[in-house]
């Protein structure tokens, strides 16, 4: 189990240029099968998310060729659309090949992608609006068997919740339906307008993504195309804490602001002074971060809950008392426990947290419980005393690109320990932090 090895309190400074949208780039990938065609997608960073999604697309018989940021994927050769439930079950969003499967065949073969560390991850709302465009669904012992046996067909659809995943199968499926689709409550994340984009290069109809109501206007066929995949705004939100809770000065390069109101005006709440360049985002510390607002998790434009753990790791060393409600995730607290490790002081109730700022945290050997956690853990080991230890990070790498090199060349200690080491070789982490 590789670890990263933090040793604590150094202040960090200098420019980073923020990876591409694991959020984007997943679903984009996976509707490149739809277009039927080459596609060439910018952007996509290097991350084990990537590689579960890469390997899904050569397992359906796609060309796939990766260089640096760039993934090209040849969707011509097609062959299946079932999906084994191994490689399902690597990714929780490989359900967002169902929409594309269908749009370029017809039918999907598919297990259910479980659920995991952060909630149970339902797919109801997916099969809900599969059924809309006129597929059917078999359950078969847990393999799932959909058909649009007359072909997709066009519809009003209105979700229950405004569900990310949802939204782009939909969205792709009924990219290639016969009719008009009206998606209602659909999200209205960044990656769904972004998605959107790429599915019009491809020669779809889609209007009025990145708002409640979107217009999917089927065509017949779609074909390649080149695009470039929106920059990560929740990576965004690890590097500007990083930042925050080390007291320092971070040039954010490419980061978009328009994308993270919800979160840069927290952030000046705080008490970091923000500049929203054209370049990016500049952000410098105070000496002492202020309590929070109250934290809500909301749907876009709302504070994201994939930022939610980050900014607790913020809140438990600002001064003063902040609220954090978590709505959206039933599990998403589980960085709670192992930041009080670190000497938080953080009381849980349901899905509300009462974080107390202490002055300093200390460091600790802690779980990097899921991607977002592990990466709040990392920030919290950055600003806390002596040396923390963040297990299993391979959490964090379905996220973060090389997060411990980013981190160095801003002038943090930390390091990859690949294999878990002895005890003894643990207590001397402190001084084998300093290598970098
Ligand atoms: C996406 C993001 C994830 C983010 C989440 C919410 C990707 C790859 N992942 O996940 O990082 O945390 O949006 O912003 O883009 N739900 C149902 N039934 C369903 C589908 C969802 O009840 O069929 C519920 C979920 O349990 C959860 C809520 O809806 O409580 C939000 O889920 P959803 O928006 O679908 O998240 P994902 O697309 O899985």
């Known amino acids: 189990m590789a670890a990263f090895v933090i040793a604590g309190g150094k202040r960090l400074e200098g420019e980073h240029i923020l990876q591409g949208a694991k959020?984007?780039?997943?679903?984009?990938?996976?509707?490149?099968?739809?277009?039927g065609g080459e596609c060439v997608v910018h952007g996509c960073p290097r991350l084990s998310d990537v590689d579960a999604t890469l390997n899904i697309l050569r397992h359906l018989g796609c060309g796939v060729r990766q260089e640096g940021h760039t993934v090209t994927v040849d969707a011509s050769t097609l062959c299946h659309g079932?999906?084994?439930?191994?490689?399902?079950?690597?990714?929780?969003?490989?359900?967002?090949?169902?929409?594309?499967?269908?749009?370029?065949?017809?039918?999907?073969?598919?297990?259910?992608?479980?659920?995991?560390?952060?909630?149970?991850?339902?797919?109801?709302?997916?099969?809900d609006a599969m059924r809309?465009?006129?597929?059917?669904?078999?359950?078969?012992?847990?393999?799932?068997?959909?058909?649009?046996?007359?072909?997709?067909?066009g519809a009003r659809f209105s979700l229950s919740f405004p569900s990310v995943g949802a939204t782009e199968n939909l969205m792709i499926a009924a990219a290639r339906a016969k009719g008009v689709t009206v998606l209602s409550n659909a999200a209205r994340e960044p990656e769904i307008l972004d998605l959107a984009r790429f599915l019009n290069a491809c020669g779809a109809r889609v209007t009025g993504a990145g708002g409640g109501t979107v217009v999917i206007e089927g065509v017949a066929r779609l074909h390649g195309a080149e695009h470039t995949v929106i920059p990560d705004r929740i990576a965004a939100v690890t590097f500007l804490t990083a930042a925050a809770v080390t007291g320092g000065e971070l040039l954010?390069?490419?980061?978009?602001?328009?994308?993270?109101?919800?979160?840069?005006?927290?952030?000046?709440?705080?008490?970091?002074?923000?500049?929203?360049?054209?370049?990016?985002?500049?952000?410098?510390?105070?000496?002492?971060?202020?309590?929070?607002?109250?934290?809500?998790t909301m749907p876009y434009p709302g504070f994201p809950t994939d930022a939610q753990a980050g900014m607790m790791a913020l809140a438990g060393i600002a001064a003063g008392t902040t609220i954090v409600t978590e709505t959206i995730f039933e599990n998403r607290f589980r960085h709670v426990a192992e930041l009080c490790r670190m000497g938080a002081n953080i009381r849980v109730e349901d899905r509300v947290a009462v974080v107390e700022g202490v002055a300093r945290l200390h460091g600790a050997e802690v779980d990097a419980c899921d991607l977002r956690a592990g990466a709040a853990l990392s920030v919290a080991g950055l600003a806390a005393e002596g040396t923390t230890r963040v297990r299993d990070i391979r959490h964090i790498e379905r996220g973060c690109e090389r997060l411990e090199t980013a981190l160095s060349a801003l002038g943090a200690s930390i390091y990859k320990e690949e294999e878990a080491e002895s005890n003894e070789q643990t207590d001397s982490a402190g001084s084998a932090a300093e290598r970098n």
Do not use: W
């Open 23 to 35: 959020n984007s780039a997943l679903p984009i990938l996976a509707a490149t099968v739809a277009s």
């Open 252 to 296: 954010l390069r490419k980061a978009v602001p328009e994308h993270m109101d919800a979160v840069l005006a927290t952030l000046e709440q705080a008490g970091c002074r923000l500049r929203r360049l054209p370049e990016g985002i500049l952000l410098r510390a105070p000496q002492r971060l202020r309590h929070l607002p109250s934290l809500r």
């Open 82 to 127: 079932a999906i084994p439930g191994i490689l399902m079950h690597e990714m929780r969003s490989s359900i967002v090949f169902l929409g594309p499967l269908l749009a370029a065949l017809g039918y999907a073969e598919l297990t259910a992608p479980g659920g995991c560390e952060i909630g149970l991850r339902p797919i109801g709302l997916h099969l």
């Open 132 to 153: 809309a465009l006129g597929v059917e669904l078999h359950n078969d012992a847990g393999r799932l068997s959909f058909s649009a046996g007359q072909g997709l067909r």
